[in-house]
């Protein structure tokens, strides 16, 4: 046979394994933070809350709706405000997104901050001491702490992210910021940003995953993930704010609630191609491989008889 035939063949039959090694290296992200970009949520806009502002939703204390956000509490001590979804939550798996802004005058002092709360319709639900909701609560806090209350050093910075579950038995301890009871938390320095700020919120199979986007660079950034957290469904959404002896701007942009379809297998970081997808690929290699042989065995006979026309 002809050499540049069967270098040819060699070639093509290289070809073809590192084309199913490299099958084997290809990886299907999974997205850790649902959203707009996960094709497995969907939005809800009955839970959801945008401006102008109107749907199922209760305004209390000293909020203050304007056209383009909600002020939950202004600028000065002692003020109180939130927002609470009437209709109860009936999806076992959701994600909230929620584009808030915290800002005020002072550099130095500040407070107190505002939280996200799921929790039970019968507790009451305004003008309560924790950030601005009754204590001893039912259900899950998502709290954006801006003042540090802690007499000795923390072991965090300040603003802190943290989050907490209630059986309506433990009472928020305000003197050490809650860190006796919290799930777990991080430092995000969300306070007098002069672009957007976001905070994720996702519970997934009984794990809640808490991200942030207050950098302006669209790309949420995990904060913490804290598996077997057991929540209900037919709890209600809100947000609240409260100021104290320290004062900021509390404001609320938009509340975007997504139903999240979850993953039938178990989530892996990488998904490997299929077997059925390296068996045909194996197959069309072969094939052309048998191809190939063929038309270079046609080939070298007809050059044979060639040379014997010559002869």
Known sequence: M???ILVFII??????????????DIVVEQSEFAGD????????????LSKPFQGHWDFGGSTVIASDFIRLTPDSQSHRGAVWCKIPVRMRHWEVQMHFRVHGSS??????????WYIDPAVSK??????????KFRGLGVLLDTYSNHNG????????????????????????????SQLDGCTARFRNRDHDTLLSIRYVNNALLVATDIENKQIWQPCFRVPNVKLPTHFVFGVSAMTGDLSDNHDLLSVKVYEIEPLTWTPKPTVGWSFLRIFLLVLFCAIGLVTLLVLGLVYHTRQQRNKKRFY
């Open 2 to 4: 002809n050499a540049n």
């Open 11 to 24: 070639q093509a039959f290289v070809l073809c394994i590192f084309a199913h090694q490299s099958a084997n």
């Open 37 to 48: 970009e996960n094709p497995t949520s969907f939005l809800k806009k009955e839970y959801s």
């Open 107 to 116: 550099g130095n002092l500040f407070g107190d901050g505002i939280a996200f």
């Open 126 to 135: 305004f003008n309560g001491p924790v950030f601005g909701m009754q204590d």
């Open 153 to 180: 050093p923390h072991s965090h910075d300040h603003p802190y992210i943290s989050a907490m579950v209630n059986n309506g038995s433990l009472a928020y301890d305000h003197d050490r910021d809650g860190t006796h």
